[in-house]
């Protein structure tokens, strides 16, 4: 008994002790970026290549899904609010499910199961190769030279493509709704409008940023924490993973009660 005790206790001090380290790890990396250490000649062309993987390669298959998607989840709305006659409605759900709720969500899903496990992998590798050590011992800070341009650019295509999927359903709406309830370009402009506040879009650009930050941070993170065995580079990626999704359920949360909080004032 007293072994099962001190086997929990031990555990316990330990993923204290690596939350921790990740506190440490995020704090750096965010003042990092407010300094703008991305902006060096180096670590800008690193920004620039990252950014061509993660979001322009994507962008041709993320608006054709954006398209279908958008238009189906449009239609569906369009339906139940035509049936339950809440049209006056449609403005607030449209811009408060669709745009502030639904476009960063699917964004940062598709992101985290494509590229998320892709930067893990990628630093985890390095790490186990003995690549960092390499940089470290001609004075090169992996930080500045591997990881804060790959974090600003998760930051950055998550804000972009989530814009980009909200403009598209937004179109998709207008089409729908033209043919629904005849709606003209002004109309459906005023109605978006009407329904739209400041403190939504500072939520709106406050989720896609932090979404960016975490799923970026944590699989980098625990990459870095990688051990020099290749078996663990499958268990650094699976930790990495929960850790993204956690977070992505943590910034919903978050950012829904500060919307919340805003327009309450």
């Known amino acids: 008994m007293k072994a099962f005790f001190e086997n929990i206790g031990f555990r316990t001090v330990e993923k204290l002790k690596d939350f921790a380290d990740f506190i440490l790890f995020s704090q750096r990396a965010f003042f990092s970026i407010i300094c703008g250490d991305?902006?060096?000649?180096?670590?800008?062309?690193?920004?620039?290549?990252?950014?061509?993987?993660?979001?322009?390669?994507?962008?041709?298959?993320?608006?054709?899904?954006?398209?279908?998607?958008?238009?189906?989840?449009?239609?569906?709305?369009?339906?139940?609010?035509?049936?339950?006659?809440?049209?006056?409605?449609?403005?607030?759900?449209?811009?408060?499910?669709?745009?502030?709720?639904?476009?960063?969500?699917?964004?940062?899903?598709?992101?985290?199961?494509?590229?998320?496990?892709?930067?893990?992998?990628?630093?985890?590798?390095?790490?186990?190769?003995?690549?960092?050590?390499?940089?470290?011992?001609?004075?090169?800070?992996?930080?500045?030279?591997?990881?804060?341009?790959?974090?600003?650019?998760?930051?950055?295509?998550v804000t972009i493509l989530s814009a980009i999927f909200a403009i598209v359903v937004l179109f998709s709406g207008f089409l729908i709704c033209s043919m629904m309830f005849g709606f003209s370009g002004s109309v459906y402009t005023e109605l978006l409008a009407n329904s739209a506040s400041p403190a939504d879009l500072i939520v709106f650009f406050l989720k896609t940023m932090l979404f960016g930050f975490f799923i970026s941070v944590i699989p980098i993170y625990h990459g870095w924490k990688t051990p020099y065995q290749l078996t663990a580079i499958p268990v650094s990626v699976l930790r990495g993973m929960m850790g993204v999704f956690i977070s992505i359920i943590f910034v919903e949360v978050l950012t829904s009660a500060l919307r919340l909080l805003l327009n309450s004032l």
């Open 38 to 157: 991305f902006l060096r000649r180096t670590e800008k062309e690193i920004l620039e290549i990252q950014l061509y993987f993660t979001s322009f390669q994507l962008l041709f298959s993320f608006v054709l899904l954006s398209l279908v998607f958008g238009s189906f989840f449009i239609a569906l709305v369009f339906m139940l609010v035509k049936s339950y006659g809440l049209v006056q409605y449609l403005g607030n759900i449209i811009m408060g499910v669709v745009v502030l709720e639904l476009a960063p969500l699917i964004t940062v899903i598709l992101l985290a199961l494509r590229s998320s496990s892709a930067i893990n992998s990628e630093i985890a590798v390095m790490r186990v190769n003995r690549e960092m050590d390499a940089l470290e011992a001609f004075h090169i800070d992996p930080m500045r030279y591997l990881f804060i341009p790959r974090i600003v650019c998760f930051m950055v295509s």
